[in-house]
């Protein structure tokens, strides 16, 4: 079990990949973002991008999926109280193989509930080629290790 104590600022976490299939982008954008550049593999090449793409919020889930699997399911985690920026700086293409890191930026104990404490994050997403991505800053909040009695 990891506790607010157990993250250090400079720590890198590396949190695994992921293969973006073609259908689980369609079925994404079609359920959550529908523009037609997500669905339409003849939109996606008049757009900007060249081609279909996967939706922004989408690499955002998986990549948190990754965060709970691999760090946060065996930890005190009690959430997040929101993001600070978030960033989608190249496209996501179907069966592009995404991997993402966390990095501690900060750590800092609740002055007012002493259980508990916040720990800062830059989260960074590459493709298979070695490019980012997306980046998120944000902040988890975790229990404190309990004392022994």
Not at 21 to 41: M, T, V
Request: charged fraction near 25%.
């Amino acid at each position: 079990m990891r506790y607010f104590e157990d993250f250090q600022v400079g720590q890198v976490h590396e949190l695994g990949s992921y293969v973006v299939s073609r259908e689980e982008l369609l079925a994404f954008a079609r359920q959550y973002d529908p523009q037609p550049f997500h669905l339409d593999e003849e939109a996606g090449r008049q757009s900007i991008f060249g081609s279909i793409i996967a939706s922004g919020w989408q690499t955002a889930a998986i990549c948190h999926r990754l965060l709970v699997e691999s760090l946060l399911k065996d930890s005190s985690s009690m959430g997040s109280p929101g993001v600070d920026e978030l960033r989608w700086l190249l496209p996501v293409r179907p069966g592009d193989t995404i991997s993402a890191r966390i990095e501690v930026l900060a750590s800092t104990p609740s002055r007012s509930k002493p259980d508990r404490g916040s720990i800062k994050t830059r989260m960074e997403v590459r493709n298979q080629r070695d490019e980012v991505v997306m980046t998120e800053t944000a902040a988890v909040l975790f229990r404190r290790r309990p004392e022994a009695s």
